[in-house]
């Protein structure tokens, strides 16, 4: 059962933005997001690895960053919505890749993540 579901994907040209959310797939489940102690997100660029961005304390709000996101990406929550955001601002086209948001990703390891949305895909083109 997918616990996650990202959106927002899309095409966009160099130096634009993007914002990323994810919810869970049913609207009617409340709360959901308090579930988890963290939740974050993933890249996956075609043929290179699973790298990771992004991750927020989901009852804190503190988020952390990986080299890959620091200064251009930013995550937060709102837990009224049940929502975790992606702000993805000055896209460059290394940052073309299918993006997953995922829960326990405060090591950034794939390996310990709990749960995983479907993705979405962000092309950045001209």
């Known amino acids: 059962q997918v616990q996650l579901a990202e959106s927002g994907g899309g095409l966009v040209q160099p130096g634009g933005s993007l914002r990323l959310p994810c919810a869970a797939p049913d609207p009617a489940r409340t709360g959901f997001i308090l579930l988890y102690d963290t939740i974050g997100w993933f890249r996956q660029a075609p043929g290179k690895q699973c790298e990771g961005l992004a991750c927020i304390g989901v009852r804190e709000g503190r988020p952390t960053y990986t080299a890959s996101a620091e200064g251009r990406f930013t995550t937060s929550r709102d837990k009224v919505n049940n929502t975790v955001y992606l702000q993805m601002d000055r896209l460059q086209p290394e940052d073309t890749a299918v993006y997953y948001c995922?829960?326990?990703?405060?090591?950034?390891?794939?390996?310990?993540?709990?749960?995983w949305g479907q993705g979405t895909q962000v092309t950045v083109s001209s």
């Open positions: 995922a829960t326990d990703c405060e090591l950034f390891v794939r390996a310990l993540v709990g749960s």
